[in-house]
């Protein structure tokens, strides 16, 4: 389908005094983050009983946003320095874009999450070069049905998950006419206080390198874990040494297992295999910090496995993934204070994968941050999707994400292999018979 730009803007701040605040501090966590813009896109069907047309909602929309800026202002200024944040009257780019078609046919003719990128105000995924880029980028994607794409960019540099989730929650609350101040907003800088930044401080070029630089032509698919399908891989994982799987991990810890079969397949050489998880360490900190605190309050949990000379045994590998994430510290001060040994074991990592030695994944669980359950006035999504790194990007290594599916109980995962490795994946009988791969899109109705 096509998609014709309509209209460019700048959306400010609703506060004309933002230029009076101070700079906000980045954490030493945003310093070291990589700057790429992480994709979501929100599906709306035209409501049958709503009074509001279409042109009412998107300047409702736009006006919310506004509002939303000026709750969480860093949001709306420029990167300086890889030290603070500032000029917060810059604002967000905003985009309208017409789409011919419907978009019910969209979806079901979407089995390649690709394709979903026309609809984003920058591509995704990505290593920026500008640091001076802009926070947040939105564009809203009208359909001849009436239908709406409500896509977002968020920079990594302070968007983390329940960064995003709070934001969204904040502009959703305005845009329906409600509340939506942020409750604690003293805490907003709550990371920079806990974690202060390193003056001249660099990026890392081996956590860049980690991330970026694979070479390979990959693709994206997206599959759908039924209730009885996570149950059984929770079974599976249990052990001695891990009595209470969680469902994220032992689904994490099936996607790992055939992701390093894949790899095997393809390359024929038995390689070791790394795969880091961000954990969100806002609720484990004593006293714990509310999601609308601004920036990257994770952790990542790096587990490595060497499957030479030995079968792949799922609850081996969700027992590594939980000491994993166990080990990553909640104290701040362990935290600042195993910042060397952190640098010294991404440098390490990122070595074995540069130089073929090993491969590397990384998975990010949105389970319990973003739900796409977000009513502008326009009722809830039908659909939450995250685009699919397209054809044309080399750069980004392995990724994977974990959300919740429409289905009861149903878990989403969003993959990205090298196209050898998808096209193993996709012919895995065993992997099959857990997975229904595009179903999620298939039986969506709009």
Not at 121 to 147: E, S
Not at 187 to 193: K, N
Not at 270 to 298: A, D, T
Not at 426 to 445: I, V
Request: include cysteine; charged fraction near 20%.
């Amino acid at each position: 389908m096509e998609v014709h730009i309509t209209s460019k803007q700048m959306i400010k701040p609703s506060s004309s005094e933002l230029h009076l605040l101070e700079p906000f501090k980045l954490s030493f966590l945003d310093q070291l983050s990589i700057r790429m813009y992480t994709p979501v896109i929100l599906f709306y069907p035209k409501p049958s009983d709503s009074n509001i047309d279409g042109s009412q909602f998107l300047d409702q929309l736009k006006q919310s946003l506004s509002k939303a800026l000026t709750q969480f202002y860093p949001v709306a200024g420029r990167l300086k320095n890889n030290l603070f944040i500032t000029d917060f009257n810059e604002g967000v780019p905003y985009v309208e874009a017409r789409v011919a078609g419907r978009l019910s046919d969209f979806i079901e003719k979407t089995e390649k999450l690709e394709a979903m990128n026309r609809l984003l105000p920058c591509p995704p995924f990505r290593y920026i070069q500008d640091p001076t880029t802009p926070q947040l980028a939105v564009q809203v994607n009208k359909f001849d049905c009436g239908g709406i794409a409500l896509a977002l960019c968020c920079f990594h540099k302070i968007f983390d998950g329940p960064t995003a989730y709070s934001f969204l929650n904040s502009w959703a609350a305005f845009s329906r006419g409600a509340n939506g101040e942020i409750p604690n907003p003293e805490l907003l800088g709550a990371s920079s206080r806990l974690f202060p930044p390193i003056e001249s401080m660099l990026e890392s070029a081996a956590l860049k390198s980690l991330f970026f630089n694979d070479g390979r032509r990959k693709m994206t698919r997206s599959f759908v874990f039924d209730a009885n399908a996570i149950t059984t891989l929770v079974l599976e994982a249990k052990s001695k040494s891990l009595e209470h799987p969680s469902r994220a991990l032992a689904l994490s810890a099936f996607l790992w297992k055939h992701a390093i079969q894949a790899s095997r397949s393809v390359s024929g050489t038995v390689k070791p295999s790394i795969l880091g998880q961000p954990v969100n360490i806002r609720r484990r900190l004593n006293p714990q910090l509310p999601s609308c605190s601004i920036g990257n309050m994770f952790g990542m949990a790096i587990s490595m496995y060497n499957p030479v000379g030995k079968d792949i045994e799922l609850s081996e590998l969700a027992y590594l993934l939980r000491e994993a994430t166990d080990s990553v510290p909640n104290d701040p001060q362990v935290v600042l204070q195993g910042f060397k040994t952190m640098i010294e074991q991404v440098s390490h990592v990122e070595e074995m994968v540069s130089k073929g030695d090993a491969e590397s994944y990384l998975l990010s669980n949105w389970l319990n941050t973003l739900d796409g359950n977000e009513d502008f006035g326009w009722g809830e999504p039908t659909l939450f999707s995250i685009p699919g790194i397209d054809s044309q990007n080399r750069e980004m290594r392995n990724l994977m994400y974990l959300k919740n599916a429409r289905q009861y109980n149903a878990i989403e995962a969003w993959v990205s292999l090298s196209e050898k490795e998808m096209g193993f994946l996709e012919r895995d009988a065993h992997f099959l018979a857990f997975a229904s791969p595009n179903s999620y899109f298939h039986k969506t109705k709009i």
